[in-house]
C-alpha cells in the first residue's frame, strides 16, 4: 500500500497527455500496491501565488517570530512540503510549454524550496532533505525532444530532474508522451508512452 500524491500541471485536466499518461502510472502502480490511495493537487484548480517579498520574509523567519502575515504568507509552502513529506510516491504529470514547464508548476516548486526544511546547506554544499520517495514524472510535447535534432530545446525534463535531485528525490522515472500536437498521432503516441511504463 502506497501514497501517491499526483501533482496536475495541465489546464486541459483529465483531457492532457500528460495527465493521461500520469493516470496510467498511478492504475500500474496501484494494481502493484493494492490499497493504495491517491492524493491529487491540481495546481490550476489550486494554484500557489508566485513567491513575493511577504513569502520569502516568512520563508526565512524564525516560527516563533510569524506575524499573522507571515503565518498566511508561508500556508502554501507548508502546505505542499506537509504533501510531499506524507506521501511514499511523488507523480507530477506536466506538458512542455515554450521549452519549459508552466508557471503554475514553478510557482509550486518555488514554494517546497525551503532552506533548512527541504534542503540545508553544509560544508559540502546543499543537501536534499527528502529522502526515501520514489519520483515519476509524466512529460508531454507537442514535438519530439527525447533524441536530437531537438533535444537541445528540452529545458523541462533536465530542470526538474536537477530541481528534484536538489532536494533529494534521486530515485526517479520519466516517462514521455510526445508528438502530441501532431494530427492525428496523440493518441498512437499516447499508448506507445503508456507501453514504456515500468515501475
Known sequence: MKKIL?????????????????????????????GSTVQTRDLNLTPFPHVEVVHLAAFYAPEDSYTPESKAAVQHSNEAIQEIMDADILLISTPMWNFSIPSVLKAWIDHIARAGVTFQYSEKGPVGLIKGKKVYIALASGSFYSAEPAQSLDFAAPYLKTFLGFLGLTDLSLFRVEGTGIPGAGDISLEKAIATIVL
Open 6 to 34: 499526483n501533482i496536475i500541471a495541465s489546464p486541459r485536466a483529465d483531457e492532457s497527455f500528460s495527465s493521461k499518461l500520469g493516470y496510467a502510472i498511478i492504475e500500474q502502480i496501484k494494481e502493484a500496491n493494492p
